[in-house]
């Protein structure tokens, strides 16, 4: 279960009880819930009629490993991941349901830690948005599933359908940042014999803001509901990277997107995933909203999804898909 | 991965996008949704300004064993649990989000059944409910995490805590008989050596509906909202039995109950689990709604929680805690 150190109790000793008992205090539930924890449901007011909802499950393996990231990192990681597909609608997120499945050896200091992740990725990410419920079970391999609820203000959901040529293509958070530690993770990790040391990664993180960042992405959030009030015709958080992301907002609108030349070199920028960004499409002659910045144009439908300045991008590989690249679910790591 | 039969293709030979084209079409995905699958949320109306939710993740193992359950089951058995939390509010089910992992080498058949046992089971208990989206992973045993929501019509959501003394406490949907469907269950496993051989499964089904209703049950979800406008008091599903459960309910009141004298010597309805019926306390002579009946009487909290006929219960367990009783996560089966 990686290195946890401090106090050695186990959820088993604690049983279910006691280990709520631990971990509710460290997250924000919220006093505007209708209905306090422990009922059988949460109640949660929703404004504007209707509710947005997302849902990502992470698994110690496929998804992450625990010589790389911490359990607070592991909270933080899903609350970035899942807040930006509420944000990519334009949406608010108002509320967060944790699931999470471990063995019964667990030390208690894991799930506290995640729950301290959770508590502050929210705090940081999206102010205002509160645990609203969850469940405790047991499994061989951590496991954690999480759904967001989110809401709209006055404007509709932005969709990834709505692009139109013409449009201003821009991004806002980091491209290819995630992919750059995630590289400097592998290679230390593959020096080190196949496991990263915790004196290892704690300095990789310290002299390369980029692992941090792989491990314990900020996205920008709240700039999802500032491009809906802009006027964005379609966005999408990227979250496997800018070319098959774009290429799929083409798709889904119909339309192409070539993006600037300056970025044809860049290929972590090009390729690399998980930094939960926002790429969004707005008028031509929009003023961007501030967090924005212009990487492209929609164009006409074309031969490509996606070129850059007119041509292919130069890209090795397009995208992870979850059955096909986990060659062994206990070792592989995405993307 | 249990018994499946018929094709051996495997999800990681269609990859996400073969898997997703083969479950998708037998999932109730609805047209009313605001947002096709495929977006980064969903979004979906909701009337009345609040939104129930809850929350529960079934793992292999702990939670399900497929040498019992027919992957038919398990897709059903997760709505049934998950659909009663709702209504166990006074809510109507609205729409459903899965997350589900497995291994790579899972055949599609199973998923499929999975999503089949999805389907039908939201068309017998809860019409009208719809899958909202969801999440595929990797997993070296199957895990299914579903999360429900639901919206109120023009009541509050009834809670566990408003029963007040003279209330008549009462039940919907059946008492005992999961627990009656395990033990058999149980015994036949035993005598197996250990693994239920298939066609005994089949057998034991056709001739013990308890053993049906365990692996799949048929929960009363509809009479959540018809208990709600009949002004019930307290209301909450019996998911770890009726003396557990009615002891959750008096703490959360702060009064005590008195069940009746004929359920004393039934020990399968007072302490079995995973019926998911009903139970709900209605003010002093209520005409109890169709499906429900009288099983006793909310009293003055004293020194039992819980009573039979003014005695303490004659119980030899009271319910499980997923942590303290799950020795071997890949053999215990709850409740």
Same mark, same amino acid.
């Given at each position: 279960m990686g290195q946890t150190g @401090?106090?050695? &109790?186990t959820v088993r000793e604690l049983g279910e009880r006691g280990t709520l008992a631990r971990i509710l205090p460290l997250l924000p539930l919220s006093?505007?819930?209708l209905v306090p924890p422990g009922d059988d449901s949460a109640v949660s007011t929703i404004e504007g009629g209707a509710v947005v909802t997302t849902c990502d499950m992470m698994i110690e393996g496929p998804d992450f490993r625990l010589d790389w990231s911490t359990p607070h990192d592991v909270g933080w990681k899903a609350m970035a991941s899942n807040l930006a597909d509420i944000a990519a609608m334009g949406a608010t997120p108002t509320g967060v349901i944790v699931a999470l499945a471990c063995p019964?050896?667990?030390?208690?200091d894991l799930l506290e830690g995640i729950a301290r992740g959770i508590s502050d990725g929210l705090g940081e990410m999206?102010? @205002?948005?509160? &645990?609203l419920g969850g469940d405790l079970s047991t499994a061989p391999q951590l496991c954690l599933s999480v759904t967001v609820l989110g809401e709209l203000a006055d404007h509709s959901a932005v969709l990834r359908s709505g692009a139109r040529p013409g449009d201003v293509v821009a991004v806002a958070g980091e491209l290819g940042v995630s992919e750059r530690g995630l590289r400097i993770l592998r290679e230390h990790t593959n020096k080190a014999g196949g496991v990263l040391p915790e004196t290892t990664r704690d300095q990789l993180r310290l002299n390369h803001p980029e692992v941090a960042h792989h491990l314990a992405p900020t996205a920008p959030i709240a700039l999802g509901v500032v491009a809906a009030e802009a006027g964005a015709t379609a966005m999408m958080d990227i979250s496997d990277g800018l070319v098959l992301d774009a290429t799929r907002l083409g798709e889904a609108s119909g339309v192409s997107i070539d993006l600037d030349g300056?970025?044809?070199?860049?290929e972590e920028a090009l390729m690399g995933g998980e930094d939960h960004g926002l790429l969004a499409c707005f008028p031509p002659d929009s003023v961007l909203p501030h967090g924005f910045r212009a990487v492209g144009n929609v164009v006409n439908r074309?031969?490509?999804w996606v070129s850059v300045a007119g041509a292919a991008p130069r890209v090795s590989r397009t995208g992870w898909d979850p059955y096909r690249d986990a060659s062994s679910v206990n070792t592989a790591v995405s993307p």
């Amino acid at each position: 279960m990686g290195q946890t150190g @401090g106090s050695a &109790v186990t959820v088993r000793e604690l049983g279910e009880r006691g280990t709520l008992a631990r971990i509710l205090p460290l997250l924000p539930l919220s006093h505007s819930t209708l209905v306090p924890p422990g009922d059988d449901s949460a109640v949660s007011t929703i404004e504007g009629g209707a509710v947005v909802t997302t849902c990502d499950m992470m698994i110690e393996g496929p998804d992450f490993r625990l010589d790389w990231s911490t359990p607070h990192d592991v909270g933080w990681k899903a609350m970035a991941s899942n807040l930006a597909d509420i944000a990519a609608m334009g949406a608010t997120p108002t509320g967060v349901i944790v699931a999470l499945a471990c063995p019964p050896e667990t030390p208690i200091d894991l799930l506290e830690g995640i729950a301290r992740g959770i508590s502050d990725g929210l705090g940081e990410m999206a102010e @205002g948005c509160v &645990v609203l419920g969850g469940d405790l079970s047991t499994a061989p391999q951590l496991c954690l599933s999480v759904t967001v609820l989110g809401e709209l203000a006055d404007h509709s959901a932005v969709l990834r359908s709505g692009a139109r040529p013409g449009d201003v293509v821009a991004v806002a958070g980091e491209l290819g940042v995630s992919e750059r530690g995630l590289r400097i993770l592998r290679e230390h990790t593959n020096k080190a014999g196949g496991v990263l040391p915790e004196t290892t990664r704690d300095q990789l993180r310290l002299n390369h803001p980029e692992v941090a960042h792989h491990l314990a992405p900020t996205a920008p959030i709240a700039l999802g509901v500032v491009a809906a009030e802009a006027g964005a015709t379609a966005m999408m958080d990227i979250s496997d990277g800018l070319v098959l992301d774009a290429t799929r907002l083409g798709e889904a609108s119909g339309v192409s997107i070539d993006l600037d030349g300056s970025l044809a070199d860049q290929e972590e920028a090009l390729m690399g995933g998980e930094d939960h960004g926002l790429l969004a499409c707005f008028p031509p002659d929009s003023v961007l909203p501030h967090g924005f910045r212009a990487v492209g144009n929609v164009v006409n439908r074309g031969d490509l999804w996606v070129s850059v300045a007119g041509a292919a991008p130069r890209v090795s590989r397009t995208g992870w898909d979850p059955y096909r690249d986990a060659s062994s679910v206990n070792t592989a790591v995405s993307p």
